[in-house]
Nanobody, 127 residues
C-alpha cells in the first residue's frame, strides 16, 4: 500500500527557510518520479518541483533558485529545501508519486500526472 507522509511545515518570516520531508512506504521513491505541489486557499493546486528516476529536476518559475528537490534513497524519503521564502509561498504542500505522464517534460509539474498523494503539511510565511 502506497503511503506518503509529509512533515516539516511551519510558520516562518519572509526570507527564512524550511525543509519539507515526505516519507514514503509501499514503493521505492528512486524508481518513480516524485513531485511537490502546493495549494493556497481559493487557488488551484500547482506544481512546485519534480524529480524523475534519473535525478532530473523541474521547477516552477516562481521557485527557481530558491527551492531544491532531492531524495534520500536509503531513507526512501523526498525533500524540498525552501530558502528565501516569500509570503506568496504560503500554502499547503503535498508530495506525490508520478505516473507514466511524468516522462513527458511538459507534464512533470501537472497534477494529472500524479497518482498518489500525501495529506499535506502547512507552510505559512509572514512579512
Amino acid at each position: 500500500q502506497v503511503q506518503l507522509v509529509e512533515s516539516g511545515g511551519g510558520s516562518v518570516q519572509a526570507g527564512g527557510s524550511l525543509r519539507l520531508s515526505c516519507a514514503a512506504s509501499g514503493f521505492t521513491t528512486s524508481s518513480n518520479s516524485m513531485g511537490w505541489f502546493r495549494q493556497a486557499p481559493g487557488k488551484e493546486r500547482e506544481g512546485v518541483a519534480s524529480i524523475d528516476r534519473d535525478g532530473r529536476t523541474s521547477y516552477a518559475d516562481s521557485v527557481k533558485g530558491r527551492f531544491t528537490i532531492s531524495q534520500d534513497n536509503a531513507k526512501n524519503t523526498l525533500y524540498l529545501q525552501m530558502n528565501s521564502l516569500k509570503p506568496e509561498d504560503t500554502a499547503m504542500y503535498y508530495c506525490a508519486v508520478g505516473g507514466w505522464k511524468t516522462t513527458i517534460q511538459a507534464l512533470r509539474l501537472d497534477t494529472r500526472s500524479y497518482n498518489y498523494w500525501g495529506q499535506g503539511t502547512q507552510v505559512t510565511v509572514s512579512s
